[in-house]
């Protein structure tokens, strides 16, 4: 595979799946939201309280909420810090750190064209709000937000949280070499025009035809520094597994995996939790899983093997980084399962972490 092709993973996820409704965003992302705003110093009950959602429709990440939730949630959260560009901050801080988070292997993908590529593939498993495309004109690669029918200034909070990402997202990968030649919005400022420039560090046109962000297309293609095919081969592996699932008539398989995929280093992870996520009983959901042939517990030790294997051949994080983010409470339980998955204990098969870019 060549490219962001690694992620078409992604649009059979969703075409498996019940059809999407028009206009909602995965509730995982309220509650990356949520949380990233919570480490800013805002109460998380009463974030919860303001968009009027469960903790448990948060932690399912194919759960959907009604679109203007998330503009909601990005006002709220501005208000209830006092700071008028806390979306900003936000967007410009906040990137995804493991493999749990289905956007961090993009980073491995050969040219900064690609990654940005693979992460609209994603944007319908993330929301359906408004749509971007991203395509060569020249000298320059607009990446364009079409806003699907919505008042641009209805939704120009989750907008702007968009744009400042994806600028975020290429920096990650060209630091302070980026080059971006230009970002317009359609819709009017939030605030003043100094907060936009602070926190996404390029001059913003309002009011434009188009929102749109011009990155150079030398950049684009030029060969991206953090760049992994061994590892991304590796995680695309793992990434298909939910998708061979749905091939198969699998489909509560394929859901619970990509529930603890996306959950394992975040809280413990149980089928109990998964169930209440699917709105189902707990063992209505194990026989349901028994009878695909991928029992719980087997699925949970299973998808930890593969994630650990991704960890291994990263190569940049320590025994205990891997053992929280694989769910494991005590590193005692870890290196346990580690002796059962290699034959061998940690002490011999992890390598110290490399000082990699």
């Not at 800013?40 to 903790?55: H, N, S, T």
């Not at 517990?297 to 994080?317: A, G, I, P, V």
């Amino acid at each position: 595979m060549e490219g962001g092709q690694q992620f078409t993973w992604v649009g059979k996820l969703v075409g498996g799946g019940v059809p999407i409704p028009p206009n909602t965003v995965s509730a995982n992302i309220i509650g990356r939201a949520i949380t990233d705003a919570v480490q800013l110093g805002a109460k998380r009950p009463d974030l919860l309280e303001a968009v009027g959602i469960q903790e448990a429709t948060i932690r399912n990440q194919l759960a959907r909420v009604p679109g203007v939730v998330l503009n909601q949630l990005l006002i709220a959260i501005e208000v209830q810090l006092g700071r008028p560009a806390a979306v900003l901050e936000i967007g410009r801080d906040s990137r995804p750190s493991c493999f749990s988070d289905i956007g961090f292997a993009t980073r491995l993908l050969p040219t900064l064209y690609d990654v940005i590529d693979a992460n609209v593939q994603m944007q319908e498993l993330r929301q359906n709000l408004y749509r971007t495309s991203f395509a060569e004109q020249g000298e320059v690669t607009p990446l364009i937000w079409n806003v699907l029918g919505n008042d641009p200034q209805d939704i120009a909070a989750a907008v702007e949280f968009s744009v400042v990402t994806y600028v975020r997202l290429a920096r990650e990968i060209w630091g302070d070499h980026l080059k971006i030649a230009g970002i317009s919005m359609q819709h009017r400022p939030r605030f003043d025009h100094a907060l936009y420039t602070q926190y996404i560090g390029v001059p913003i046109a309002f009011g434009a035809k188009e929102t749109a962000v011009l990155f150079s297309t030398e950049q684009c293609r030029a060969p991206s520094p953090f760049a992994n095919p061994e590892l991304l081969i590796a995680a695309t592996r793992c990434h298909l597994q939910p998708v061979e699932w749905f091939d198969a008539d699998k489909r509560l398989s394929a859901f619970t995996y990509f529930y603890l995929w996306t959950e394992l280093n975040k809280t413990p992870v149980t089928l109990d939790r998964v169930a209440r996520s699917f709105g189902m009983a707990e063992r209505t959901l194990r026989r349901h899983l028994v009878e695909e042939g991928h029992p719980f517990r087997t699925m949970l030790d299973d998808l930890r093997k593969q994630m650990c294997d991704l960890y291994k051949l990263e190569n940049k994080r320590s025994l205990a980084d891997v053992a929280e983010l694989l769910g494991y409470g005590e590193l005692s339980a870890f290196t346990r399962a580690y002796r059962r998955w290699y034959d061998e204990p940690p002490s011999k098969g992890w390598q110290t972490p490399s000082r990699r870019p």
